[in-house]
């Protein structure tokens, strides 16, 4: 990405950040569901343009925040002339008074008194601290909001953002709220519960059709079949069905509230080692078995996973597709093995701070 001059009055850059790792199944979504260009995908920043900057851009499901781009580079140096080039650049490049009329256009300003807040986030090893990058991004914005606007906590009225990873930095305005990446359905939060965003990318992955039936064998919450509903809803290209079950009644009643507030899913106390479906009954199976951490005994983590996908495996439909996003892949791909199934894609990831695997694999027809 080199260093973006100040940004076209039509249409400005927005960026988006994701989960790492997700990079490219939020581009995808970006250029499919929203006709955006994307210019560059990676270390967990989506960079693009839409045809035109409107609400659709806080329903894309796969990210975890939007921005109206101020500013981005990928040279910063490490050194402490960074901050003065930060300094400048928020002062100088960004059109932040356009920024902020698009912002409002969006999302309108409160009767009350406006707010804003400035947001600084550091990974990597700088020769200054995410205080003096901080310090440099609110010495950029001087003057750019009026004195009757407070500086706010959570809930301000504009939040700017500055985001450094490594050489890279992005710097912009904030379209998304927290609504973006906790869903308002999600009312059960259940330790073991996938982040929605997470759950959206592996069902964009499924690629289910309308007419088709999706399994969550091990639904925990049933995040992964909300995502699959709210698909659906938004392509309005006719319903997926989706079906979930959990051998525990706790998760069960966790799902039931939470998809209550979806929409429609067949649920199902049960052991996925042994479902009561037919053969060849589903098109997709999109699923996050436990981790080996998460068992009482984590050696069990082979024979589980080994019964579960022998199962998955009878009632999967001929050329339908799995979704698995496991942390110990050798283990997964060990029990995969003897089912002759197509390998299609694997995509690292992080969950609850350790490295996982997304993984898509094809029936043979
Ligand atoms: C990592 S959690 C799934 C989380 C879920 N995707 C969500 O978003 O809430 C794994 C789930 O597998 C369930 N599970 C473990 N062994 C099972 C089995 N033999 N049959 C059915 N469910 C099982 C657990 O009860 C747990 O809810």
């Known amino acids: 990405m080199s260093r973006s001059r100040k940004a076209d009055r039509e249409s400005p850059a927005c960026y988006a950040l994701v989960h790492a790792g997700l990079e490219s199944v939020a581009a995808d979504e970006i250029t499919r569901d929203l006709g955006g260009e994307v210019k560059k995908a990676e270390k967990g920043v989506v960079v693009f343009r839409v045809p035109e900057v409107g609400p659709e851009l806080l329903r894309l499901r796969t990210i975890e925040d939007v921005f109206l781009m101020g500013w981005g580079t990928d040279s910063l140096t490490y050194r402490a002339e960074d901050l003065k080039s930060m300094r400048h650049w928020t002062a100088k490049d960004a059109d932040w008074k356009h920024l902020l009329s698009l912002h409002h256009a969006i999302r309108p300003k409160p009767k009350a008194k406006p707010s804003y807040r400035l947001v600084t986030q550091m990974g990597g090893s700088h020769a200054y601290r995410r205080v003096d990058a901080s310090k440099s991004l609110s010495q950029g914005l001087a003057g750019v909001f009026p004195d009757s606007w407070k500086p706010g906590e959570e809930n301000a009225t504009v939040e ?24 308002p359905y999600k009312v059960e939060h259940l330790p073991a519960s996938l982040r929605p965003t997470m759950a959206a990318a592996m069902v964009r992955l499924a690629g289910a059709a309308p007419g088709d039936i999706l399994l969550d064998p091990m639904c925990g919450a049933g995040t992964i079949l909300a995502e699959q509903i709210e698909l659906s809803k938004t392509r309005k290209a006719g319903r997926v069905e989706t079906w979930g079950g959990d051998r525990e009644m706790s998760m069960l009643r966790a799902a039931n509230s939470n998809l209550h507030r979806v929409g429609p899913a067949m649920l199902c106390h049960w052991d996925a080692r042994r479902l009561p479906l037919a053969r060849e009954s589903v098109d997709r199976i999109v699923c996050n078995p436990p981790f080996g951490k998460q068992l009482a005994s984590p050696e069990e983590i082979g024979p589980l996973y080994r019964a579960a996908l022998k199962e998955c495996h009878r009632v999967l439909r001929m050329g339908g597709r799995a979704v698995f996003l496991v942390s110990e892949p050798d283990v997964l791909r060990e029990a995969i093995k003897p089912l002759h199934w197509k390998a299609t894609r694997e995509m690292e990831v992080e969950v609850l701070g350790q490295p996982a695997m997304i993984g898509v694999w094809q029936k043979p027809e």
Not at 168 to 181: E, I, Y
Request: hydrophobic residues 40%; glycine residues 8%.
């Open 160 to 183: 700017i953002w500055l985001t450094i990873r490594g050489r890279q930095a992005v710097c912009g305005l904030r379209l998304s709220d927290k609504t973006m990446r906790h869903r």
